[in-house]
């Protein structure tokens, strides 16, 4: 049973462009939350997705971000017109229902902004 | 304001000693507290999960402590060896556990010494 895969493992874009992050959560498991990691600081919650819904945004900044969970395929945490802010790893964590407490976490989306 | 917080300090032992980890949060109340290990370039990975009305889980080396009245979380590891090293966070469930979404505090980075 493979785990959360999250793609690319490493991403390097310039101030401007776009950034797609992927993220297969664990067969069975429908929840997927996406959290970014600052160098020197902790996990910091950004959105909570259940299959074709977002049911908390309450950590994503209001622009440039957005996230996307569809009936097929992977979530995707999309950042627009990227800037070097932005430089962080990216975790995808999933679940197989809303309170089964343990999340289960992939190995992360390093993007770094030139 | 709500915080979690977690030994700044990074904590150096000897192998074979016990590390003892803090966890402490304020205006926070949650319904239950986890702790993940994280090693460098890696996911988090989910170790223990402890209950408001639990005070203490084991599992093999690992002890977990809550005290809802504290507001403390204590980690341990006990026999600890060398592959113990890496930064440990907890995490609190913090609305009810209606959902698993989780608030991570910073974490701390503990070595272990041959």
């Known amino acids: 049973n493979a785990g959360v895969m999250q793609n690319p493992r490493h991403l390097v874009r310039r101030r401007g462009q776009e950034a797609r992050l992927r993220c297969s959560p664990m067969?069975?498991?429908?929840?997927v939350y996406w959290y970014r990691q600052l160098p020197e600081e902790g996990l910091k919650f950004m959105v909570y997705?259940?299959?074709?819904?977002?049911?908390?945004e309450s950590g994503m900044p209001k622009e440039r971000f957005s996230a996307e969970f569809p009936k097929e395929g992977p979530s995707i945490l999309r950042i627009q017109q990227v800037v070097r802010g932005d430089s962080a790893a990216y975790f995808c964590a999933s679940s197989p229902s809303a309170t089964t407490g343990e999340l289960f976490f992939g190995e992360g989306s390093r993007l770094t902004v030139l | 304001s709500q915080k979690i917080e977690q030994n700044s300090e990074a904590l150096n032992i000897q192998e074979g000693k016990t590390a003892t980890l803090t966890c402490n949060y304020t205006?926070?109340?949650?319904?239950?507290l986890q702790w993940y290990r994280q090693d460098p370039g890696r996911g988090p990975v989910f170790l223990l999960l402890?209950?408001?009305?639990?005070k203490e889980k084991r599992k093999e080396r690992l002890k977990v402590t809550f005290d809802t009245t504290l507001k403390q979380s204590l980690f341990h590891i006990t026999a600890s060896q060398p592959a113990d090293s890496a930064t440990y966070l907890c995490a609190l469930v913090t609305d009810g556990g209606a959902t698993n979404k989780l608030i991570f505090g910073t974490g701390t980075l503990l070595a272990v010494q041959p």
């Open positions: 205006n926070y109340s949650p319904a239950y």
């Open positions: 402890i209950r408001e009305n639990e």
């Open positions: 997705l259940q299959k074709e819904n977002i049911i908390d």
């Open positions: 067969k069975g498991h429908s929840h």
